[in-house]
């Protein structure tokens, strides 16, 4: 197909061509181009705002406000109010927000968070802000590196052919991650962790409240929020500590960025596993809500698929049979993720330490600290919580 050919209609944008020494504001009707000549099928882009925008803004229009000094203000407050980060207001927005399931709340916050990624990709442009700086993007892409297939690298520009390989194997030439990346991985674990936390009546006793009659999250948004934060420094400063000794133990040259960078792609597994267990009942019963809804999305008494009748069976995650199979089932995931961390560590302190003997004990801090959190993460199933 040419490039004419296009799923969506003419839309309004402003003149931002890299071509030009300016940012225009002429606007001009363009249209977001899905299908570009020469492209394989299996190549084309999912996303509806990558097309013939992306190519006009890649490298971003931030990069030509250097050519006029009254433009440099403008665009440093708008870097700022791109660049807060969207991670710790979501997990906020879900675990300590009083209704964010509410239809009108949640819709409002998904467009807010539509504009805000819009706003950036025309800054930054589309690739380096879906890649560096949408947060779900950017979650996925790393837990991709533990998937089972891969594509060869050689036949990659003939379509490539897929093949099955061990979780984790594509990290054996992956970077360090910076010091934003260490953060977000962090906090990924810490957010689910203290989500489980914030409801056991140990948590909840420390602050007075009776878990039996539990106020409501209204009642919890001051402690939630500091538990949150307090979550996530005391797992950061505790994996830190952990590298420092192993590094130390090693008598490794490396600085403790590099080995931190490295090291905590280790704990993708751990993340991962934490959040399946974790949203499973969640997805059992929501999920059957979900599944009514698509046939009647917009409440007009449709039937598009024959579900919207359908009976929601609470039960698939409660009772005395449910609970003994959803708790071994949590509990698996759980170790096996850690399972899965231990060896990916291990695997990555080789690159630090090619030394077998050294690479050894430059995990000794980091597995007692991952065993320590394995613990907490069975005890979070099987302590008593409310709700």
């Given at each position: 197909m040419d490039n004419s050919s296009s799923f969506a209609p003419p839309s309004v944008l402003p003149d931002i061509s890299p071509t030009r020494g300016e940012i225009g504001c002429r606007q001009r009707f363009r249209q977001f181009s899905t299908f570009r000549k020469g492209c394989r099928p299996s190549n084309l882009p999912i996303s509806p705002l990558e097309g013939e925008m992306s190519g006009r803004t890649e490298g971003?229009?931030?990069e030509r406000c250097h050519n006029q000094v009254a433009q440099l203000l403008p665009c440093f407050l708008?870097?700022?109010?791109?660049?807060?980060?969207p991670t710790p207001a979501f997990a906020w927005f879900e675990l300590i927000d009083p209704a964010p399931d509410d239809p009108a709340r949640l819709a409002w916050a998904a467009g807010l968070y539509w504009l805000l990624s819009f706003a950036a990709m025309l800054v930054f442009g589309y690739r380096d802000w879906s890649r560096r700086g949408e947060f779900l993007t950017v979650f996925f892409a790393m837990v991709a590196r533990f998937a089972l297939l891969e594509r060869n690298e050689v036949e990659r520009n003939e379509g490539?052919?897929?093949s099955l390989c061990w979780p984790g194997a594509k990290l054996r030439d992956t970077a360090p991650l910076s010091l934003s990346g260490i953060a977000f991985l962090l906090l990924a674990l810490s957010s689910v962790s203290f989500d489980g936390l914030s409801k056991?009546?140990?948590?909840?006793?420390?602050?007075g409240l009776n878990p039996l009659e539990f106020a409501g999250r209204t009642a919890t948004i001051g402690i939630g929020t500091f538990g949150l934060v307090l979550t996530f420094v005391?797992?950061?400063a505790a994996f830190i500590l952990a590298i420092v000794l192993g590094q130390r133990l090693a008598g490794s040259r490396?600085?403790?960025g590099q080995a931190a960078g490295l090291l905590v792609w280790s704990i993708v597994p751990i993340a991962l596993?934490?959040?399946v267990a974790h949203y499973l009942t969640a997805l059992l019963v929501d999920g059957q809500y979900a599944m009514a809804a698509l046939s009647d999305p917009f409440a007009l008494g449709w039937n598009l698929f024959g579900t919207a009748d359908m009976q929601i069976d609470a039960g698939a995650a409660a009772g005395a049979g449910s609970a003994w199979w959803l708790w071994n089932f949590q509990a698996g995931v759980i170790i096996i993720g850690h399972m899965?961390?231990?060896l990916v560590a291990h695997g990555l302190a080789w690159r630090l330490h090619p030394v077998p003997a050294r690479a050894a004990l430059s995990q000794f801090p980091l597995t007692v600290l991952m065993i320590a959190y394995t613990v907490f993460g069975l005890w979070l199933l099987a302590t008593p919580a409310a709700g």
């Open positions: 971003g229009a931030i708008l870097v700022l109010a791109l660049t807060l980060p490539g052919r897929l056991t009546f140990f948590w909840l006793g420390l602050f005391l797992l950061a490396h600085s403790l596993a934490y959040h899965l961390a231990v």
